[in-house]
């Protein structure tokens, strides 16, 4: 058991990244994939608990752009979550060594989890948790992130965020630009989720300001594969932030039975 810093090196550029729990030859690993506006820092404590409650590894990383991860180029493209799951994503699971693992994503990360899930791939993928997933674009959201871009701007959203992220005006409009786009309300991932055959949870707070229970009923109809809901109530965008020890028990009851399977 073991939990350190890594340096993880794609296209040449430096990842932050931290590693806890067993190496990727001695357990299957669980692969953080952060929030919009995420990074390792604002997970917190809750990758090490999961790993210790699994038994799992567990690799927490900050996408480029984000954290102390090097930054990315702007405008970052509409496809930019595409990228990750069939790109980036794949490249950090052959350096890191990892043979199976699990998927927990959280938003803008469970969008990454579900692109990846449906690729060619993920053919030691075991199965997939995902808070707040996104697999269309809503008004609510658009709105919500409208009324965040004026907080960061006018508030302080910027200094509450500035000590998790080295660039914070570029993560911040890095990410904005992409949903506030026009072209962005025809974003849209379904095609990707009859392809997804893994077993999946899926955790949404009833009071998700960022997006409906519609995109949970999306991913259930869609999907190939096993799909099981969690909705918890007093409990935003961020369940595993708003109810850690509910959404700590359902994870790791999930984990555990993809483990004996």
């Not at 480029?64 to 970052?76: D, Q």
């Not at 570029?170 to 072209?183: I, R």
């Not at 077993?199 to 009833?206: E, F, R, S």
Request: hydrophobic share 35%.
């Amino acid at each position: 058991m073991y939990s350190l810093p890594l340096d993880i090196q794609v296209n040449e550029k430096i990842l932050e990244s931290v590693w806890h729990g067993p190496a990727p030859e001695d357990a299957p690993t669980l692969i953080f994939l952060h929030e919009g506006l995420g990074s390792v820092s604002m997970w917190k404590d809750f990758p090490q608990k999961l790993s210790q409650q699994t038994g799992c590894g567990a690799l927490v990383y900050s996408r480029f752009g984000y954290g102390k991860s090097e930054k990315c180029e702007l405008p970052r493209p509409l496809n930019f979550m595409h990228e990750e799951g069939l790109e980036v994503l794949p490249e950090i699971i052959a350096r890191c060594r990892i043979q199976q693992y699990i998927l927990v994503g959280h938003s803008d990360g469970a969008s990454i989890a579900l692109i990846h899930a449906g690729s060619d791939s993920a053919d030691k993928l075991l199965g997939i948790v995902n808070e707040a997933p996104h697999v269309f674009c809503e008004s609510l959201t658009i709105s919500s992130i409208q009324k965040l871009r004026e907080n960061f701007n006018s508030g302080n959203l910027r200094e509450r965020l500035k000590k998790h992220h080295k660039n914070i005006d570029l993560t911040f409009n890095g990410w904005a630009d992409v949903w506030l786009d026009d072209e962005f309300t025809k974003w849209n991932i379904e095609s990707s989720l009859p392809r997804i055959k893994v077993p999946q949870l899926i955790i949404q707070g009833n009071d998700d300001e960022y997006g409906t229970s519609a995109q949970v009923e999306a991913i259930a109809r869609q999907s190939g594969g096993s799909v099981k809901t969690c909705f918890l109530d007093n409990c935003a965008h961020s369940p595993h932030r708003d109810q850690q020890s509910k959404t700590l028990k359902v994870m790791t009851e999930f984990v555990r039975n993809l483990l004996v399977i």
